[in-house]
């Protein structure tokens, strides 16, 4: 007889492990698109825990060399724009374009560089050479040109805010040829031209949002400014630095959308908005707080809970606790946002040390979100278990924890006793150990796994193998199956939800077992779609993005 160690029937349906993590355990290697996806997803050219910004630009760029389909760079930018709310990895996959699709990257250009800092963030990176250029080409100066003369005022006053590169830089360089009078006065000003160099245009061609600009710039008191922002039709942003006190910043705060205001909870408490001398201003704190938690808007947006988890984890201690409540209260009803899943999951939720890491890195001058890993992760658990409350969380890293959680408490608690979890080595496996053995009774339609995937052990065994020269994962897997088919499960699923810019992964990409990259509100629809059907893998939700 052969040796079974070897020839068991379960190894033959196990695949090997292909490669070694960066935390040195086994994994399954990424495809170059499903990589490369996961990259753009998911990276923000900062340092996280297992890699440095300078290791996710040179993987980029060797993943770019390896995926002969300029299409898909393009969807894959659009994707990451649109979908994954990313900002550079979209403007990188832009510029590559510039240099092999020149059509494609007209195509694309103004869905990818919706808005003035993703602009200035491909022009920072033409300059940089980091992608095989380092001025902007006839083709590509075309289409700074095009989008600086078809953005409107207030877009071009928005892209006004911020520099190295700023806007001046880019008009400079891009060369636009005015398309009116008033064009050519507002690049003039955008520019701090002289006046006598506008020619033909004068100041009086200048739009109407910058004569009053100028004019709430150039008022003498707080009470006139205050007259002129409210009527104002620019973006607050613009009156920030010239307001002269309190009464201004309330009359700018009663100009914002609820996700200004909820984004800038900390500028407005500098600013004395929700103070009345030394007294609170409950008027103001009423409005800030309905304005936040205003279900119509909520829903009509298609606001998820991560918003507001990343305000509420950011907003000072001394933001108002009615304010406080509103965000608990917003995400609340962001839960309805999120689709219901068509049966309970276990959700396994990775609470190990590397999760500790900021969500975006550590970036330039030590900054980086408040928002870890883990925060993110606990948020997914505590989203899919408020929507699908009969399903079970298993926090894990070295070890699988109980968590003694309510359903029916609020989202925002949820996530943050969640996120309290572990600390130690990480063990991917954990979650579905415990499904084979404390939940083996119990019916479900999916595991979920929401980790950065640097499992490197295995039931206390260091490197994580199991059978067959497979991972921990797989091994678990296979017996999860066919426990549920005797529960009368016939096609349970795995997903696992990958939050880092790492290449591999636990559980290689089959018709059971699917990977998706990102921390953004759109995973929660391609969770979703996966366990009701096999149409929406996530390099075809790449590629069903429509040029």
Aim: with cysteine; aromatic share 8%; hydrophobic share 40%.
């Amino acid at each position: 007889m052969a040796n079974k160690s070897l020839f068991s029937s379960i190894t033959s349906v196990l695949p090997r492990a292909t490669t070694v993590n960066e935390a040195g355990g086994p994994a399954y290697k990424f495809p170059a698109k499903h990589a490369l996806a996961q990259l753009a997803a998911t990276g923000t050219f900062g340092n996280v825990f297992y890699t440095s910004a300078q290791n996710q630009l040179d993987e980029l760029r060797k993943l770019i060399d390896e995926v002969d389909d300029n299409e898909f760079l393009a969807k894959l930018a659009v994707y990451s724009r649109e979908r994954a709310y990313m900002k550079d990895m979209p403007a990188a996959l832009l510029v590559t374009l510039s240099t092999r699709d020149t059509a494609l990257m007209h195509k694309v250009f103004d869905r990818v560089a919706d808005n003035g800092r993703v602009l200035r963030t491909v022009f920072q990176m033409v300059r940089s050479g980091q992608f095989g250029r380092k001025g902007l080409s006839s083709s590509l100066q075309r289409a700074f040109q095009r989008w600086l003369n078809e953005a409107s005022t207030g877009k071009l006053l928005l892209s006004s805010i911020g520099n190295d590169p700023s806007l001046r830089d880019v008009l400079r360089m891009a060369r636009p040829t005015p398309k009116d009078d008033a064009r050519r006065a507002l690049f003039g000003w955008l520019t701090d031209k002289e006046v006598e160099k506008w020619a033909p245009a004068t100041e009086a061609d200048l739009p109407a949002e910058v004569q009053s600009l100028k004019a709430f710039r150039a008022a003498e008191t707080e009470e006139a400014q205050a007259l002129i922002a409210g009527d104002l039709q620019v973006r607050w942003d613009l009156l920030a630095d010239a307001a002269k006190g309190p009464i201004v910043w309330k009359a700018i705060a009663r100009q914002m959308g609820p996700q200004a205001l909820r984004m800038n909870l900390n500028t407005l408490l500098r600013h004395d908005v929700f103070k009345n001398g030394n007294r609170p201003d409950d008027a103001m704190i009423d409005y800030v707080a309905g304005r936040i938690a205003d279900p119509e808007a909520i829903r009509r947006s298609r606001q998820f809970p991560y918003q507001f988890l990343a305000a509420y984890l950011n907003a000072a201690d001394e933001v108002p606790h009615k304010i406080k409540s509103a965000l608990h209260d917003a995400a609340e009803i962001a839960c309805g946002n999120i689709l219901q899943l068509p049966a309970p999951v276990i959700i396994g939720l990775d609470t190990s040390g590397s999760m500790g890491c900021s969500v975006t890195g550590w970036q330039a001058r030590g900054r980086a979100s408040k928002m870890r890993c883990v925060d993110v992760a606990a948020l997914f658990a505590a989203a899919i278990l408020r929507r699908n409350p009969d399903s079970v969380v298993v926090p894990f890293d070295t070890r699988a924890y109980q968590a003694k959680i309510d359903p029916s408490d609020s989202i925002l608690s949820l996530s943050a006793r969640l996120s309290k979890y572990g600390g130690g080595g990480t063990d991917v496996s954990l979650p579905l150990v415990e499904a084979n053995k404390r939940y083996a009774k119990r019916a479900f339609a999916a595991i979920v796994l929401v980790s950065d995937n640097e499992s490197w052990i295995n039931s206390g065994r260091v490197y994580g193998y199991g059978r067959g020269g497979s991972t921990g994962v797989m091994t678990e897997w296979e017996k999860f199956k066919k426990t549920q088919r005797g529960h009368g499960i016939a096609d349970p699923k795995l997903v696992c939800i990958d939050i880092a810019p790492y290449g591999n992964t636990q559980a290689p990409d089959r018709q059971d077992i699917l990977n998706i990259g990102g921390f953004s509100d759109a995973v929660f629809n391609v969770v979703s779609n996966f366990l009701e059907s096999d149409t929406n893998r996530f390099v075809r939700e790449v590629e069903a993005v429509e040029l």
